[in-house]
C-alpha cells in the first residue's frame, strides 16, 4: 500500500511522523526501500527477541555464546564468518555474529567462545572494520581472557610479504592474555573455500562440547541475537556462482600520448538479479592469453588435449590453463611446487630463501617462471602446481539509480615490459586487448559497506581519488544526483597531463555547470617542472578541508594503498594540526573519532 494511501487512523503513526516517512521514501531508489524495510523489521524483531530472551534467562545461570567476531576488506572474511555461523547453529550452538568495527574492545572481558576471522591487506595491515580492536589488544587497557578459548581462521594472498598477518597477529595478542587456543590457526590463501569448511568443522568439533555442556548447565534457553541491519536479499550470483554477463563497451579514456591506458567498461547485468551500491566493487573471471598458454603447452612439450582434474572438474590441459588457472600474477607457492614437480635445484633454493623469492616473483609472471625453466612434468603435475584462477575486483563506477541495469567499471591496463617481452595484466589484458563488445564475462558484486554515502543527503562529502580511484566518485556523483541530495560535494582528482588523463572531464565538467560538484581541486602532476599531487591540493585548501570536517563533512580515499593514501592520510594530519591547534597525538585521535563515525572511510589497493 502507497503511504498516501495510508489511513491516518489505521496508522501508528503521528501525522508528523508519517509525513516524514512519506518524505523519506520518496527520496529513495527502489534497492534503498528494499533495505530499509528490512532494517525496519530486523529492528522490530531485535526489540521483540530482547523481551522473549529477558524472560528466558530470568533466573538461570547466564550462558555464554560462541562469539564470532569478523574483520573483512573486500567480504571474504565475513562469508566465512556467516558460514561458521550457520555450521554452529546447525549443530544446536548459540551464536553472536559481529562485525569487529561495531564490537565494543570492552565486552572481550565478558566472552568465554571466541572465534575471529579477519583478513590482511597491504603491507600486513588489519581491515578497516579491525582497526580499533587490533591496536586495544595490543593496549595497556586489554584484559586478561584466561579462560576463554579461542580460534582464529585468516584470508589473504601470498602473493604478498605479510601473509594473513593479521590473523597471526590476533592470535598471538588473545593468547598473551591468557586464551586457549583450541585449534591450530588457519592462514588460507586466495583459493580458500575447501580449507576453510575443513578448518570450521575441526574448530567447532573443539569448541561444541564446552559450549553444549554450560548452555545446558545454564537451562539452554539462550535466544540468537540479530547483530547489524540486514541487506538487501542477496543475488543467486555469487563468486561461486557468477553471472555470464554481456561486455557493451570498452572504451579507452586517456589519449594516444598519455604514459597510461585506462578504458572504460560497461557491463549489461539485464537477465540477472544483481543488485549494488555506490562503493561496492564487481568481481570479473577472465580468461588467460591463448598465445602465452600456447607457448607453456609448447616449452613444457606437452598435448593440449590431454585430460586433466582440477578439484571435481575434468577438461582439457588448454582449457584449464585459459580459463580456470592463475598464470599471471606470480605467488610463493607456485615456484615451491614447481620445484619439487620438476627437480629444479635452483628454485629449490630460492624457494629456502624467502626475501630472495619474493624478489625473483615480483618481475616475472607465472608464464616468465614456466618458460624460463622448462622441465619434463607431467601435465596433471603442472595443474597441481597452479591455483585456481581468481577473479578481480573493480571500483563500480556507476549508481543503478542512474544505470539501472548495468554496471560501469574504470580499469587501468598493466602493461610492462621485461624478459624481452611485453606484458599485460591478467584481468586488464583481457578487457582491453583480448574481449571484444557482446563477449560473455563472468561477474558477481561484492557488497563493501565500509564505503558508503552519507544516509544523510545533506550531508557535504569530499572526495580523494586520483587516477582510477575517481572510479567509485563517479557512481557517488551520479547517486547523489539521482537522489537530489542538497549536500555540498569536493572532488580532488590527480593525474599526469590535463590534456591525456582527465578522466571523465565532459562528466565533472557538467556537475560543475550543474552546481552538484560545489569544488573540483586538479593536480596534474607532470603538467609543470614541479610535480603536484592531490595531497598537495589537500594542504593548499587546508583551512577549507578542515572547516568541512568541522561541519560534519565525510571523507573519502580510494586509489593506492602504498603511497597515495598515505600522503593523503598525513597531509589530512598536518591540516588538523595547523588548522585544528592540535598536536601529532590529537590529531590522529581526531581521524579515528571520524574513522569510528564512518566519516573517514578509504576503498585502497
Known amino acids: 500500500m502507497l503511504l498516501s494511501q495510508l489511513n491516518a487512523a489505521a496508522s501508528p503513526l503521528t501525522h508528523e511522523q508519517l509525513q516524514k516517512l512519506q ?13 530499509v524495510s528490512g532494517y525496519l523489521a530486523a529492528t522490530a524483531n531485535s526489540a521483540a527477541l530482547s523481551g522473549i530472551a ?14 564470532i567476531l569478523f574483520g573483512s576488506q573486500t567480504g571474504n572474511a565475513k562469508g566465512v564468518a556467516n558460514q561458521i555461523k550457520a555450521q554452529a547453529e546447525a549443530r544446536g550452538l548459540t551464536t553472536k555474529l559481529v562485525n569487529m568495527a561495531d564490537y565494543k574492545p570492552a ?41 576463554v578459548k579461542q580460534a582464529v581462521i585468516g584470508l589473504g594472498d601470498s602473493s604478498y610479504e605479510f601473509f594473513c598477518q593479521t590473523a597471526k597477529d590476533f592470535e598471538a595478542r588473545l593468547a598473551a592474555l591468557g586464551a586457549e587456543i583450541v585449534v591450530p590457526r588457519a592462514d588460507l590463501d586466495v583459493d580458500y573455500e575447501a580449507e576453510a569448511e575443513a578448518w570450521i568443522a575441526q574448530a567447532l568439533d573443539a569448541l561444541e562440547p564446552a559450549l553444549k555442556a554450560q548452555q545446558q548447565a545454564g537451562g539452554g534457553n539462550v535466544i540468537s541475537m540479530p547483530f547489524g541491519a540486514p541487506q ?79 578439484g571435481e572438474l575434468t577438461v582439457s590441459l588448454e582449457t584449464a590453463l585459459i580459463e580456470h588457472l592463475e598464470l599471471t600474477q606470480s605467488y610463493p607457492g607456485f615456484v615451491e611446487k614447481y620445484a619439487i614437480a ?41 595443474v597441481d602446481c597452479c591455483r ?65 554515502l552519507p544516509v544523510d543527503n545533506a550531508t557535504p562529502v569530499i572526495m580523494v581519488g586520483p587516477g582510477t580511484g575517481i572510479a567509485p566518485f563517479r557512481a557517488f556523483l ?31 565538467q557538467k ?34 578541508v578542515f572547516a568541512w570536517l568541522e561541519k560534519g563533512a565525510h571523507f573519502y580515499v580510494c586509489g593506492d594503498a602504498s603511497r597515495m593514501a598515505k600522503d593523503v592520510h598525513q597531509a589530512l594530519i598536518n591540516i588538523i594540526k595547523t588548522h585544528g591547534g592540535k598536536d601529532d597525538e590529537q590529531a590522529e585521535q581526531y581521524l579515528k573519532a571520524l574513522r569510528s563515525a564512518n566519516r573517514y572511510q578509504k576503498d585502497v589497493y
Open 388 to 452: 585456481k584462477l581468481q577473479a578481480r575486483l573493480y571500483s563500480i563506477a556507476s549508481s543503478q539509480a542512474e544505470v539501472e541495469d548495468e554496471v560501469h567499471l574504470t580499469v587501468g591496463l598493466v602493461e610492462f615490459d621485461t624478459f624481452g617481452e611485453k606484458h599485460f595484466g591478467g584481468c586488464s589484458g583481457y578487457l582491453a586487448n583480448r574481449a571484444e563488445e557482446g563477449t560473455k564475462v563472468k561477474v558477481f558484486s561484492e557488497h563493501n559497506d565500509n564505503f558508503r
Open 107 to 147: 565486552n572481550l572481558k565478558k566472552e568465554k567462545f571466541l572465534v575471529i576471522a579477519v583478513s590482511t591487506y597491504g603491507e600486513g595491515e588489519p581491515p578497516e572494520d579491525a582497526e580499533a580492536l587490533h591496536e586495544f589488544l595490543a593496549g595497556k587497557k586489554a584484559p586478561k581472557l584466561e579462560g
Open 342 to 382: 620438476t627437480g629444479n635445484e635452483e628454485l629449490s633454493a630460492l624457494a629456502n630463501d624467502k626475501a630472495a623469492l619474493r624478489a625473483y616473483i615480483e618481475e616475472r609472471q607465472i608464464f616468465d617462471v614456466i618458460k624460463q625453466n622448462p622441465a619434463n612434468i607431467e601435465a596433471q603435475a603442472l
Open 478 to 508: 551520479q547517486e547523489r544526483e539521482a537522489r537530489d541530495a542538497e549536500g555540498e560535494n569536493w572532488l580532488f582528482f590527480g593525474n599526469p597531463h590535463f590534456t591525456e588523463d582527465f578522466l571523465y572531464q565532459v562528466e565533472i
Open 23 to 35: 518524505g523519506l521514501v520518496g527520496e529513495l531508489n527502489p534497492i534503498q526501500q528494499a533495505w
Open 232 to 310: 538487501a536479499a542477496a543475488s543467486q550470483y555469487t563468486k561461486q556462482n557468477p553471472f555470464a554477463a554481456e561486455l557493451s563497451v570498452v572504451q579507452k579514456i586517456t589519449g594516444r600520448n598519455s604514459s597510461k591506458d585506462v578504458r572504460h567498461i560497461e557491463i549489461s547485468l539485464e537477465g540477472s538479479d544483481i543488485t549494488y551500491q555506490p562503493g561496492d566493487s564487481l568481481g570479473v573471471y577472465f580468461l588467460n592469453d591463448p598465445q602465452e598458454v600456447a607457448a607453456v603447452i609448447d616449452v613444457l612439450k606437452l598435448d593440449n588435449a590431454q585430460t586433466v582434474k582440477i
Open 511 to 544: 556537475y560543475v555547470k550543474s552546481g552538484l560538484l560545489t569544488h573540483v581541486d586538479l593536480a596534474f602532476s607532470r603538467d609543470q617542472a614541479e610535480k603536484i599531487y592531490v595531497q598537495d591540493r589537500l594542504r593548499e585548501k587546508g583551512e577549507a
Open 54 to 67: 529477558g524472560q528466558a534467562t530470568a533466573g538461570a545461570d547466564e550462558s555464554a555464546p560462541l562469539t
